[in-house]
DNA sequence: CCTCTATGGCGAA
DNA sequence: TCGCCCTAGAGGC
């Protein structure tokens, strides 16, 4: 699940349930027992987000910074009856101390994650230090990203993907934003308008809001749903998606058959004809193609 | 039941 | 460039 609407969405809801409040930290696993004997019965002041790190942090300039990875997951539970014995490999539990508060009380879990440490203000400034702006954050520059954008050869789909440009987006919304505005994975960032790239920004900050909403990534235009379009919904279509796990299935739009690859080492997925190649003969080639020196191989 | 894949990125080589 | 993290859902049998 983890792009930045879900790191956002976690951060409210941490803090709805935990800020202010004192609470008991424990590692079942172990793995971060060390850490948790330090915080335990110490006081959250809130939580934030910023990309696809969050920082948790509690009194005394202290921060538990996390970073889900792939297959990570904190599931927050608030105003519960009882708090239930931890189930799988908890590597954070924080629980509410103390009856006195009218939200109750709350626990939350973490699994899986890729990261897990505790940290300093210094250390969190570094890390934020690293990360392009990010279309969740009202103060975000979006000319930032395009100065690194608009200077580099490197294929448009890689830099949309690398934290240190842009800051949040994963591998769905990259997929989906290009599909959008019909560029091309590959295109090399430093070919792009700058009008391009401003309807970009102003698409994920909108994509990327409901989806902190809503919870899920949804990016399909009412007018574009199968429904919409006359098409018969398919069994094997999970909807939500223009492109993304969307291999050989026809484009929503136009029909043509959608096509996947491998870009730094992830799955890419396009439309060859609403996304056209920029220059027109340079990448019409199968699936299975050799990756080139920057690892993009559609 | 088992196997595969995944919205990510670190660190060892 | 690859293994890992070691979850969770989907799909095959």
Redesign the pocket.
């Known amino acids: 699940?983890?792009?930045g609407h879900?790191l956002r969405r976690l951060a409210d809801d941490l803090g709805a349930a935990f800020a202010g409040r004192v609470v008991r930290v424990s590692s079942p696993?172990g793995?971060f027992s060390a850490d948790a004997e330090q915080l335990d019965g110490s006081r959250v002041l809130g939580a934030d987000s910023a990309?696809?790190h969050l920082f948790v942090e509690f009194d005394g300039e202290r921060f538990v910074h996390v970073?889900?990875?792939?297959?990570?997951?904190f599931?927050v539970h608030a105003g519960v009856e009882h708090v239930p014995d931890p189930?799988?490999?908890v590597?954070l539990r924080l629980v509410t101390a103390g009856s006195d508060d009218p939200r109750g009380t709350s626990y939350a879990d973490l699994?899986?994650?890729?990261?897990c440490d505790l940290v300093g203000p210094a250390r969190r400034t570094e890390i934020l230090g690293r990360l392009g702006p990010d279309p969740l954050r009202p103060d975000a520059d979006p000319g930032l990203a395009w100065r690194r954008i608009s200077r580099s050869h490197r294929a448009i789909g890689d830099l949309l993907?690398d934290?240190k440009v842009l800051a949040g987006?994963?591998?769905?919304y990259?997929a989906e934003v290009l599909f959008r505005h019909r560029i091309h994975p590959l295109r090399p960032g430093n070919t792009l308008r700058i009008g391009q790239w401003r309807a970009m920004w102003a698409d994920l900050v909108e994509l990327m809001g409901e989806g902190v909403r809503s919870g899920?990534?949804d990016t399909v235009r009412p007018e574009h749903t199968p429904e919409a379009m006359g098409r018969p919904p398919r069994k094997?279509d999970h909807g939500g998606d223009y492109v993304?796990?969307r291999t050989a299935m026809p484009c929503l739009v136009c029909g043509s058959t959608v096509r996947t690859g491998e870009l730094v080492?992830?799955?890419i997925f396009w439309c060859p004809r609403c996304q056209p190649t920029f220059r027109s003969r340079a990448v019409e080639s199968s699936p299975k193609d050799t990756?080139t020196s920057r690892?993009a191989r559609p």
């Open positions: 699940m983890p792009e879900t696993q793995r990309g696809k970073h889900l990875g792939l297959i990570g997951s599931d189930v799988g490999q590597r699994r899986g994650a890729i990261l993907m934290q987006v994963g591998n769905v990259r899920r990534i094997d993304y796990r080492g992830r799955n990756a690892g």
